[in-house]
């Protein structure tokens, strides 16, 4: 686990605290973890910024995707946050982190232009510039978690995740590490409800966010795709779907990488409860992992530890489980207890009294 000893949460907790966020999309990604983000409702970004949350300090998210201003009136929070107005500001950066060092005269990702030169700042520099003075850093998405799709094997950018940018032991002038929340894009409500979180803890009314070794919140990631998917007990029976539209079965056949994935989108849905790739018959392609997508391409391939394992349980232990469990099923639970009748004797073991 990632050490937060040195998390130094608002020292005024008792005074109102306003939370800037400053919500950078310009990584090398799709902006489809804002647009996600969108559909979150537990909480919805609606809840955060019009404070519908009960003692929850006030938010302001400054992001290209909502914002009504544009061009340097927009720019301005980010030249605010620089130069310490905006404190205490929670930096949250979308898409992955270009080597500009190999952009010879060019640039790979900007925003705003430099008045100095009338140049693009670069992506990097504004992580630069903000990075130090941001009370907590959050990477959202797999392109900034840990590289993601432009990060893949034969890119030309050298991209990478913020944690490979910054360093995997950085900490934020509040004393905590980046944070990340993979997955491509983000499940909504993981990204709104870290963001609840990480405001109540910069504003001492929480302890800080737990995270794992890859810097993800455990309470988020702390199981499998499998664990959580609602067609693990067919795994378990032997069961597995051998082509797409087969009848509810485990997809391992199919390329699934689930058991091997740690996601919380089966148990959390994609919006409101509902959807959840596996369940809802799609195959994890373990967009939220480190490894992702290289380590696990082809895929729609059967990884070869999964066939090994998925043909354990449906030749070997599979078949035992669903005789044994069936016949228990149909001998013993799926019958009612013999004495509710309709026959004038008493025959439950109760000790008559009277
Ligand atoms: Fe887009 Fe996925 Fe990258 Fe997010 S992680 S920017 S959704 S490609
Ligand atoms: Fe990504 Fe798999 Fe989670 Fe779906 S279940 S969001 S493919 S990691």
Redesign the pocket.
């Known amino acids: 686990m990632a050490t937060q000893m040195e998390f130094v949460p608002n020292q005024h907790a008792t005074e109102a605290v306003t939370a800037h966020v400053i919500w950078m999309t310009t990584g090398l990604g799709c902006d489809g973890d804002s647009v996600a983000m969108t559909s979150a409702t537990s909480p919805s970004l609606e809840d955060i910024i019009t404070g519908a949350i009960p003692g929850m300090p006030r938010v302001v998210v400054h992001t290209p995707v909502l914002a009504f201003e544009n061009g340097a009136e927009f720019m301005q929070a980010w030249y605010d946050a620089e130069a310490g107005k905006l404190d205490p500001f929670v930096l949250i950066v979308e898409g992955s982190i270009p080597n500009e060092h190999l952009s010879g005269e060019g640039h790979w990702a900007g925003m705003g232009v430099n008045p100095d030169n009338g140049q693009p700042i670069t992506t990097n520099e504004w992580v630069d510039r903000l990075a130090p003075k941001a009370a907590a850093v959050v990477a959202i998405g797999t392109c900034a978690t840990y590289g993601g799709i432009p990060a893949m094997a034969n890119n030309p950018t050298g991209a990478m995740g913020m944690c490979d940018y910054l360093g995997w032991d950085w900490k934020s002038s509040a004393g905590l590490p980046i944070i990340n929340i993979p997955?491509?894009p983000a499940?909504p409500d993981n990204m709104t409800e870290t963001l609840m979180y990480l405001v109540f803890a910069l504003a001492g009314m929480a302890p800080p966010p737990e995270l794992d070794e890859a810097h993800r919140p455990t309470w988020l990631f702390g199981r499998t795709?499998r664990e959580g998917?609602n067609r693990a007990g067919f795994a378990e029976q032997g069961q597995f779907a051998t082509e797409y539209g087969d009848d509810p079965r485990c997809l391992v056949k199919l390329g699934c990488?689930?058991p091997v994935?740690?996601?919380?989108?089966?148990v959390r849905g994609?919006q409101s409860g509902y959807g959840?790739?596996?369940n809802v018959g799609?195959?994890?392609?373990?967009?939220?992992?480190p490894g992702?997508p290289d380590k696990y391409m082809p895929f729609m391939d059967e990884d070869k530890w999964g066939a090994a394992a998925s043909n354990f349980e449906k030749f070997v232990s599979g078949p035992l489980i669903r005789y044994f469990r069936h016949k228990n099923i149909d001998n013993k639970y799926d019958k009612e207890p013999e004495w509710r009748h309709n026959r004038p004797e008493l025959t439950t073991g109760y000790a008559k009294r009277w």
Do not use: H, L, R
């Open positions: 997955g491509c499940q795709v998917c990488k689930g994935v740690k996601c919380n989108v089966p994609w959840g790739c596996p799609g195959i994890c392609m373990a967009c939220t992992m992702f």
